[in-house]
Antibody, heavy 116, light 110 residues
Framework: EVQLLESGGGSGQPGESLRLSCVASGLTFSSYAMSWVRQAPGKGLEWVSGISGHGGTTWYGDSVKGRFTFSRDNSKNTVHLQMNSLRVEDTAVYYC?????????WGQGILVTVSS | QSALTQPASVSGSPGQSITISCTGTSSDVGVYNFVSWYQHHPGKAPKLMIYDVNNRPSGVSNRFSGSKSGNTASLTISGLQAEDEGDYYCSSYTTSSTAVFGGGTKLTVL
């Protein structure tokens, strides 16, 4: 059974940084591109960022480009999302998911709150 | 990139069929057969229902089907059941090697 477990969420002020992690089990991790998808309160799903299976290529949505960095450690079946220069509008539940073309497995999500 | 366009809500009675549309552009829906659909219940992880326009993952009921014409994709649910109620999102891969979601459609089973 594939499981994805996010951690590292919490609260921060505008301009601060937070780091999310997601550990995967039950799959050949390095064979999967990975993505982060978020849902702001009362809003729909928004794709945030993706990373290739080997970690050499990353992609970002316009709203986070230049502020967020996606990385992975295939030896630990883990991905990380470094979120810098946080904004109030980054407040959301963040989901870790497999894939970029489509998202077949999802974590339960973790809440990030940015407020002053 | 702009979100794909979905109706805010649809409804149907048990046993009926409903269709949810998802309109994009020639940079996403119209150029690739990489449209997917997700069912989302509040507080839970989204669930993949359809991928690559019209493919169902193992375990998803054959009451769910997908199609595409030009820049518009569609999800059809036949034989509507109470458990189908929830939010549905479409997504497409784009020419920028990114992904984009629709705004979501709330399905109500009357």
């Amino acid at each position: 059974e594939v499981q994805l477990l996010e951690s590292g969420g919490g609260s921060g002020q505008p301009g601060e940084s937070l780091r999310l992690s997601c550990v995967a089990s039950g799959l050949t991790f390095s064979s999967y591109a990975m993505s982060w998808v978020r849902q702001a309160p009362g809003k729909g799903l928004e794709w945030v960022s993706g990373i290739s299976g080997h970690g050499g290529t990353t992609w970002y949505g316009d709203s986070v480009k230049g502020r967020f960095t996606f990385s992975r450690d295939n030896s630990k079946n883990t991905v990380h999302l470094q979120m810098n220069s946080l904004r109030v509008e980054d407040t959301a539940v963040y989901y870790c998911a497999t894939g970029v073309r489509y998202f077949d497995y999802w974590g339960q999500g973790i809440l990030v709150t940015v407020s002053s | 990139q702009s979100a794909l366009t979905q109706p805010a809500s649809v409804s149907g009675s048990p046993g009926q069929s409903i269709t949810i549309s998802c309109t994009g552009t020639s940079s996403d829906v119209g150029v690739y057969n990489f449209v997917s659909w997700y069912q989302h219940h509040p507080g839970k992880a989204p669930k993949l229902m359809i991928y690559d326009v019209n493919n169902r993952p193992s375990g998803v009921s054959n009451r769910f089907s997908g199609s595409k014409s030009g820049n518009t994709a569609s999800l059809t649910i036949s034989g509507l059941q109470a458990e189908d109620e929830g939010d549905y999102y479409c997504s497409s891969y784009t020419t920028s090697s990114t992904a984009v979601f629709g705004g979501g459609t709330k399905l109500t089973v009357l």
